[in-house]
């Protein structure tokens, strides 16, 4: 069974900072993409952070300079350091691994609460 299980959310003030950890079990860790997604509410989930098998990083322009994905694959584990965190950035964020091939699997974890207040 794949297990994807988030902590590190909470609340914080605006410029403040949050570090976001994700333990992963029962997927072949290093081949998978493993990424951070965000959902506001009323909004539609949104990729943040992406972190490749092969060490490639994408970053949603909202969050450039700002978030910093990381992975460490001997943990099996995936994070995401938030710097100067504004409000806008307030929303349930998930973790995120997938398989890189047509029809590969993809799993979620349960999410974690990031509220930044003003």
Do not use: H
């Not at 029962?26 to 539609?44: C, H, L």
């Amino acid at each position: 069974q794949v297990q994807l299980v988030e902590s590190g959310g909470g609340l914080v003030q605006a410029g403040g900072s949050l570090r976001l950890s994700c333990a992963a079990s029962g997927v072949i860790f290093s081949i998978t993409r493993m990424a951070w997604y965000r959902q506001a509410p009323g909004k539609q989930r949104e990729l943040v952070a992406s972190f490749s098998s092969g060490g490639n990083t994408n970053y949603a322009d909202s969050v450039k300079g700002r978030f910093t994905i990381s992975r460490d694959n001997a943990k099996n584990a995936v994070y995401l350091q938030m710097n100067s965190l504004k409000p806008d950035d307030t929303a349930v964020y998930y973790c995120n691994s997938r398989y890189p091939y047509v029809g590969g699997n993809d799993y979620w974890g349960q999410g974690t609460q990031v509220t930044v207040s003003s």
